[in-house]
């Protein structure tokens, strides 16, 4: 049971319940000056209780981060680009229909880690590994973005290199698994991350090794969809392997996944957990699909063809209709891989 010690007048004039019934409404992009009206107020609105009442009031909701190409790298005439590709994080809210960006992470102000991975955890966001997009060395570092205050924090670095790996947020957990080492091995093993402790605490391992695998959490179970050995490079498997997220055991299931075709960002969960390949749905995503779930909705953007513009959309259901939505040109690039938010 969540409970908060609230001294009196936290809104003068107001009982106290019906204060904080009015500060757990406030949308997360007005705590930070909401937060300069008092130390009770900072204290509440950063704390991980008032998500928790957010919650449980249903005054959270989910918003899609995407990790996208940032068009901002042209030549003189403003046609090519040019220089290495960079990206960043992009929110959009699909109640509000406000795209946004977040600020760059301070140790690389100039473009994300190339093929990080980002997943969500209790209202904060969470980005993993990838490469310098500087040497192409690949890192370790984890980066912790709180929408509450709107800033980065730095947390432990991941115990193994790794790259392509899979990712997944439950409960204040990220769990990682499979992906590749810094000398192309590819690795049947999972860690799970504590965003508020800022431990690593090693998994069992899956039953053999994916690399550049999908990593997803379908209610409590984490799973891994497809993925390559080491000796059979860019033979996607049609396996997947789910971990309980309650007990911690792991659970192949064959036959989960066209074989032969890559899962990153790209797959869909129907009915009876069924899972799709988003870019056969539409011939408008077929080309670079991603796809972002957002409870009733899904975001999903892709191309028509290779080099076409990206098409956005919000998504019905399992794919039954698709309701094209409006991008500012500075959020039209690329996207790569992306996460629902619960904020």
Known sequence: MVSIELSPELIPGLPEEIGLD?????????????????????????????????????????????????????????????????????VFDPVSGIWDRIDPVPKYPYGLPLFCQIASSEGKLVVMGGWDPSSYDPVRDVFIYDFTTQRWGQGKQMPETRSFFAPGGFEGRIIVAGGHDENKNALSTAWEYDVNRNEWTELARMSQERDECQGMVIGSEFWVVSGYRTDNQGGFEGSAELMDLRTGEWRRIEEAWKASQCPRSCVGVGKEKQLFYWGDCDSAIRVGACAVPLGEWTLVSGSAYQGGPQGFFLVEGHGERFKRIDVPPQFSGFVQSGCSLDI
């Open 22 to 90: 009015c500060l757990i409404r406030f949308h997360y992009s007005t705590y930070r000056v909401a937060a300069r009206v008092c130390r009770r107020w900072q204290q509440l609105l950063q704390s991980r209780e008032l998500h928790y009442l957010r919650k449980q009031a249903g005054y959270t909701r989910k918003a899609a981060c995407l990790v996208q190409l940032l068009n901002n790298t042209s030549d003189s005439a403003g046609s090519k680009p040019v220089g290495p590709p960079t990206y960043g994080l992009t």
